[in-house]
């Protein structure tokens, strides 16, 4: 049977497009490369039960080990042990998940717009590359990526450096309460500005937007694009505090709920199913054909061959999925793009101890941030970066509260009502800032292919080069800097310490510094306004094959300082309005 669309990949940019097509008629195939994730109640408690179980628990650790489509692991920082080969010189160190639902299933949830000057970046201060499309041209898509994922803000507090709505616009979800330590922080840093280049910016502490259900906003237009009624899906937020990897009410986005909308008489979904390759009649540059691997068991290598095809193949497996099914298949690439530009947001962290107990390890990871620091004319010169607010204490740099009672019972020689005591007293205490930092692209930063790395269907294994630039590591440097003053302010200790032998650690001007991946995996087939230095157009749609399109953060040129996935949503929902007039005939 040949489809309207096949569309590889059933994270929340394949999830939509599937969808919005399903809706408005067309027949839809979806091939994930991954298993089933249970779309019950009692099913999804066996992947709460695997994270609970698990000897590390990890952004993965939910999903069990697949070796026919295996996805990297926290752990694989180095070499060629892990799934992705690790060329260096630095270590590209986030993970996404193949499973159905994608990533989705284990991200934090945060749902920022980009800002307009992140899609400027070379015209206002001459780095990276322009988007080919206006943040006034994303902006009704971002609406409806906000309504799809049910994002809990409120408008009147996103409105900064340059983000605008219309009026009387209204989230879907009433703003995720500030955390009693967001309180505090915001409280001690009332009035501060920090000097970047010869800027002087205001810092200030924002509640952050993120897709996570809390109660229904009664502002929001009934009319507009909201997620529909589901008992299953419309759990509120509970503060469980394992948004990562995992919520235990769902009270998270998932692209779950968008393939559960998706009309099934329309959309059909295959997992088990890997795309190897796409076939391509030469005569006319169009795919006319997706050869997929389907095998039955994960303990097992033994699958077959198909061949399934539709009017348009949309890839929508991510950054480095896409662009190793390109490389594998040869196509798209006529302008050398197809896995340069990978970029990812650094992410530096600095930790330490107020005087005053700030109420850590409840709710969300995050709930508020410091947006201010997003933009300036110091952007010619150094990375731009969002601070993020964690909940959590020390948990992710030190691995609290575990850490922490460790040193208390060898290092002290504390036990009983004591150890408890001091236990609690330190943890309670505990702030930590995280930093997404900005990556410009850089061409040799890259996905490639090497026939000596193949999984266990023979598939190709991504190989990955990869560094920070002197732009970024400038960034970090300053987003450091930051936290030296605002902890100070805070009357904090700053117990911040990078070790010298982590994969991830670098010198610059002098002292060193680390970071972490941030999961979020961009740039490997940008978007452009010309064939010659991009893979796809605006729509995302390919400039060498006329019904192909490459959907996600891949498509972008930049990464600013904004998560990516509400972004890539507004950009899958506005490809949809070119998809259909490509299958109307009208596609011109």
């Not at 507009?224 to 937020?237: F, I, T």
């Not at 700053?494 to 010198?507: G, Q, V």
């Not at 490997?524 to 729509?539: E, F, L, P, Q």
Request: net charge neutral.
């Amino acid at each position: 049977m040949t489809f309207s669309a096949v569309v590889v990949g059933s994270g929340v940019a394949g999830a939509i497009v599937a969808k919005e097509l399903g809706v408005r008629g067309f027949r839809v195939l979806v091939l994930e490369a991954g298993l089933e994730s249970p779309m019950d109640d009692a099913g999804f408690g066996s992947h709460v039960r695997s994270h609970l179980t698990a000897p590390v628990r990890g952004p993965n650790s939910p999903f069990p080990r697949n070796p026919n489509a295996p996805h990297p692991m926290p752990s694989d920082l180095a070499g060629e042990n892990g799934y992705l080969v690790q060329r260096g010189p630095m270590p590209f160190s986030s993970v996404y998940t193949r499973y159905l639902g994608g990533t989705t299933l284990q991200w934090l949830g945060t749902s920022l717009r980009m800002l307009p000057s992140d899609l400027r970046l070379r015209s206002l201060y001459g780095r990276g590359v322009d988007w080919p499309l206006a943040y006034e041209d994303l902006a009704p898509f971002y609406a409806q990526a906000e309504g799809e994922l049910g994002v809990a803000a409120d408008a009147e507090e996103q409105t900064y450096l340059g983000v605008s709505f219309p009026d009387g616009y209204a989230y879907p979800m009433e703003p995720v309460p500030p955390s009693y330590s967001d309180a505090l922080v915001a409280a001690g840093l009332e009035g501060m500005r920090f000097h970047i280049g010869g800027e002087v910016l205001p810092v200030q502490v924002t509640s952050t937007a993120q897709a996570r259900n809390t109660r229904p906003n009664p502002r929001r237009d009934p009319g507009s694009a909201a997620p529909s009624s589901d008992p299953w899906a419309r759990e509120r937020c509970e503060g469980y505090a394992s948004c990562v990897p995992i919520c235990p009410v769902q009270a998270k986005y998932s692209a779950l709920r968008t393939l559960r909308r998706a009309p099934p008489d329309r959309v059909e979904i295959l997992t088990r199913s890997v795309a190897s390759r796409l076939q391509m009649d030469p005569g006319t540059g169009r795919v006319t054909g997706v050869v997929c691997k389907r095998y039955h068991s994960p303990s097992s290598p033994e699958h077959t061959v198909e061949v399934v095809g539709g009017t348009l193949v949309v890839l929508a497996a991510g950054a480095i999925e896409n662009a190793k099914l390109l490389l594998a298949s040869g196509l798209a690439n006529s302008s050398d793009q197809v896995g340069r530009n990978l970029m990812d947001h650094p992410f530096p962290m600095s930790w330490g101890l107020l005087r005053e107990r700030a109420g850590t390890f409840r709710g969300p990871g995050s709930t508020s941030g410091i947006e201010t620091l997003r933009d300036g004319s110091f952007r010619r010169e150094r990375a731009a970066f969002r601070v993020e607010l964690s909940n959590w204490g020390w948990e992710l740099p030190t691995g609290a509260p575990q850490s922490d009672l460790r040193a208390l019972v060898d290092g002290e020689g504390l036990f009983g009502r004591e150890l408890r005591r001091a236990l609690f007293d330190r943890v309670q205490r505990q702030l930590r800032f995280g930093f997404v930092v900005e990556q410009e692209p850089c061409a040799s930063n890259r996905v490639t292919l090497d026939p000596a790395f193949r999984d266990a269907l023979g598939e190709p294994r991504p190989v990955i080069a990869y560094d920070l630039s002197e732009y970024v590591r400038a960034g970090i440097a300053t987003a450091r800097r930051f936290s030296k003053q605002a902890f100070a302010r805070l009357g904090a200790e700053d117990c911040t310490t990078y070790a010298p032998d982590d994969p991830r650690h670098f010198l610059h001007e002098g002292a060193g510094y680390s970071w972490c991946g941030s999961g979020h995996s961009m740039g490997t087939h940008r978007m452009g306004r010309s064939a010659r230095d991009s893979v796809v157009d605006a729509d995302q749609r390919s400039w060498d094959h006329p019904n192909l399109y490459l959907v996600g953060a891949g498509s972008f040129p930049t990464a600013g300082t904004a998560n990516p996935t509400l972004t890539l949503a507004a950009l899958a929902f506005r490809s949809v309005e070119r998809m259909v007039r490509d299958l109307a005939g009208d596609g011109a």
